[in-house]
């Protein structure tokens, strides 16, 4: 089992920076792919970037690409969300995730460990 607990949310001006960060604990060495999704009020989650942990390789969604950064931390088994750039529709709740699958495609079905979410606000 993993537990993930997120921090660095909060409230900034439209074309802002915020930087998440993802601290996991328990039994870390599972935790082959983590990513960042996020939610708005009234939508569907949706998924904003993912990293394999082993090799390093990175995804983004098109709506993120270019301003948001994942990146990792292995020896403190944290993942890290710099967001530049910030526009009001990147308000969201955006939730750390965590998976063993070898293959994992930025969705949420294929995760299984999932933290308690931070707050972003833009405006």
């Known amino acids: 089992h993993v537990q993930l607990v997120e921090s660095g949310g909060g409230s900034v001006q439209a074309g802002g920076s915020l930087r998440l960060s993802c601290a996991a604990s328990?039994?870390?060495?599972?935790?082959?792919?983590m990513a960042w999704f996020r939610q708005a009020p009234g939508k569907e989650r949706e998924g904003v970037a993912r990293?394999?942990?082993?090799?390093?390789?990175?995804y983004y969604a098109d709506s993120v690409k270019g301003r948001f950064t994942i990146s990792q931390d292995n020896a403190k088994n944290t993942v890290y969300l710099q967001m530049n750039s910030l526009k009001p529709e990147d308000t969201a709740m955006y939730y750390c995730?965590?998976?063993?699958?070898?293959?994992?495609?930025?969705?949420?079905?294929?995760?299984?460990?999932w933290g308690q979410g931070t707050q972003v606000t833009v405006s």
């Open positions: 995730a965590a998976t063993n699958l070898k293959k994992c495609p930025l969705h949420e079905a294929y995760f299984g460990w």
């Open positions: 328990g039994y870390t060495y599972n935790r082959n792919c």
């Open positions: 990293i394999y942990t082993g090799s390093g390789n990175t």
